[in-house]
């Protein structure tokens, strides 16, 4: 059973609004990712961090942040969501075991109206 | 880059058939190459992975896939389906030092009585 949270699991928010996506895990990991899916689309990375205080843009431009303060913490924050924004948000971890071994939340479907 | 192409949006099936998913990936050096399953309403889960050695792989459910170098495939195969069995597939690759996952689009099996 992967220990790693998101919150919301759903959410609709009007345009314009700030919004934080929470991820967290218990397992120690130091590599912490985000994904963004579409549906019928593949997992595009968008964020990850190497550990505390690292972080880094991923393959697909996203107008979103993260912070990592915190090992199992690893929130994403729209400053100003927007309609193109909807989509599925799925949070994912790894240690320094298990090569490709990552394990996902249950993702936050964001739908922005 | 590395990249991974899944042919197949969605494959139905009949209960107790058998099914094979493909996935083709980019060549390169050394490659590891993952399939992640995806149930409704859950997060991604780790099904199976190619490090090295044995080229057939299997999961504890039943599931087999082969790495096949000369044809840059790995293939996902169960020799008879479950109900349960309905979900969507990923394959995955590993990309650079940090150990990105690159997916595919998804496969979603859909199993029928």
């Known amino acids: 059973e992967a220990d790693i949270y998101q919150t919301p699991r759903y959410l609709v928010i009007g345009t314009g609004k700030k919004i934080t996506l929470e991820c967290s895990q218990t397992m120690g990991h130091d590599k912490m990712y985000w994904y963004q899916q579409d549906p019928g689309m593949e997992l595009h990375l968008i964020h990850y961090s190497y550990g505390v205080n690292s972080t880094e843009k991923g393959d697909l431009s996203s107008e979103s942040t993260v912070s990592r303060i915190r090992t199992e913490h690893f929130p994403l924050t729209l400053e100003s969501a927007r309609p193109s924004h909807t989509s599925q948000y799925l949070c994912?971890?790894?240690?320094?075991?298990?090569?490709?071994?990552?394990?996902f939340g249950q993702g936050t479907r964001l739908t922005v109206v | 880059a590395q990249s991974v192409t899944q042919l197949d949006s969605q494959v139905p099936v009949f209960e107790e058939a058998p099914v094979e998913l493909r996935c083709n990936y980019s060549?390169?050096?050394?490659?590891?190459l993952f399939w992640y399953v995806q149930y409704p309403n859950q997060g991604l889960q780790l099904l199976l992975k190619y490090l090295s050695g044995s080229t057939l792989v299997k999961s504890i459910n039943g599931f087999e896939a082969e790495f096949n170098k000369s044809q840059t495939s790995f293939h996902l195969r169960k020799p008879s389906v479950h109900i349960s069995d309905t979900a969507e597939y990923f394959c995955a690759v590993i990309e650079g030092g940090f150990q990105k996952l690159v997916f595919g689009t998804g496969t979603r099996l859909l199993v029928s009585p």
């Open positions: 994912a971890s790894s240690g320094s075991l298990g090569v490709g071994q990552a394990f």
């Open positions: 060549s390169s050096v050394s490659v590891y």
